[in-house]
């Protein structure tokens, strides 16, 4: 099984600043791309951004040059830099990450999701 815990939303101001996190844990063998998602009140789930293995990342149009996505494989690490928010990048932040693991003796590839992070930009 595999895990993913987010960390670092919270309430900014318009203008401000937050970087989340999210951290892979379980019988991992390989973590192949790594992204965060959002969801909106009354709106679908939409890609932010994301990013492989080897570090090429992609990007939302609504996010470019504000938001930047990285990762640490050592530490199946994932992280969203995001700058200049806005009240409409309120939303709930959803980490996801194609991962291979070990389980009932055999490897499988599987996409996981995290359980969210509240983002709230106001003033």
Partial sequence: QVQLVESGGGLVQPGGSLTLSCAASGTIFNV????WFR?????QRELV??????GDANYADFVKGRFTISRNNAKN???LHMNNLKPEDTADYYCNA???AAGAGFI???EYWGEGTLVTVSS
Avoid at 32 to 35: D, E, L, N
Avoid at 49 to 54: C, D, L, P
């Fill in 49 to 54: 951004a994301s990013i492989n293995a080897g």
């Fill in 39 to 43: 969801q909106a009140p009354g709106k």
């Fill in 98 to 100: 194609d991962v291979s």
């Fill in 77 to 79: 690490t994932v992280f």
């Fill in 108 to 110: 499988s590839r599987t």
């Fill in 32 to 35: 192949y791309s790594m992204g």
